[in-house]
């Protein structure tokens, strides 16, 4: 079966701007969750929706957010973006909230 | 403070030995003992995972090694090879990671040579 999509891979911005990343469950899975990776922190939680709704968040300010909507489909969405939020972003689905599978990432670079 | 310490950062192994990578943590409502493998340019991919009633899981050359009163567990893969280069990451959770999620070891390089 399908695996976890993300898009795009890759993505360059600059500072100031803002960015939507897109996040495609397995089917079936209704739990999405989404990790900040860079080298120096390593993989952070950012948050996770369950059947549409974000049941927590990390700590990440607010220029962080996302949604899911009914398909389970996710988004997530950086506003003013900022140089330190170069990094790669996971999301990760799963149907009981344990095993969680993770896609390729996408590789955001603000410059 | 949710933590969890992983040690060493990096690892070369010759071929066929046993690399050992240690996880230490600190909260005790975690529940949940993941291991994840990482490849360069790819997302990581669960490994093998384990709950704190048991104090050892075997799934093909991976093995969990877990102490509950220790506050650890450690990752032994048998017979490695070149192959199982990569980068690996413990990972902790209540509730199974979901409502809120994976708190994540600094991550072993791991290197397995010829």
């Known amino acids: 079966k399908a695996g976890v999509t993300q898009t795009p891979r890759y993505l360059i911005k600059t500072r100031g701007q803002q960015v939507t990343l897109s996040c495609s469950p397995i089917?079936?899975?209704?739990?999405v969750s989404w990790y900040q990776q860079t080298p120096g922190q390593g993989l952070q939680f950012l948050f996770e929706?369950?059947?549409?709704?974000?049941?927590n968040k990390g700590n990440f300010p607010g220029r962080f957010s996302g949604r899911q909507f009914s398909n389970s489909r996710s988004e997530m969405n950086v506003s003013t973006l900022e140089l330190g939020d170069s990094a790669l972003y996971l999301c990760a689905s799963s149907y009981d909230a344990y095993g969680y599978t993770f896609g390729s990432g996408t590789r955001l670079t603000v410059v | 403070q949710q933590q969890v310490k992983q040690s060493p950062q990096s690892l070369i192994v010759q071929k066929g030995g046993i690399p050992i990578i240690n996880c230490a943590y600190e909260n005790t409502a975690f529940d949940y003992f993941p291991w994840y493998q990482q490849f360069p340019g790819k997302g990581p991919a669960l490994l093998i995972a384990i709950r704190p009633d048991v104090s050892e899981k075997k799934e093909g050359r991976f093995t969990i090694s877990f102490n509950k009163s220790a506050k650890q567990f450690s990752l032994h893969i048998m017979d490695s090879q070149p192959g199982d280069s990569a980068t690996y990451f413990c990972?902790?959770?209540?509730?199974?990671?979901?409502?809120?999620?994976?708190?994540f070891g600094k991550g072993t390089h791991l290197i397995i040579q010829p």
């Open positions: 929706y369950f059947s549409e709704t974000q049941r």
């Open positions: 990972a902790a959770s209540s509730a199974g990671g979901g409502a809120d999620g994976l708190t």
């Open positions: 089917s079936g899975h209704r739990s």
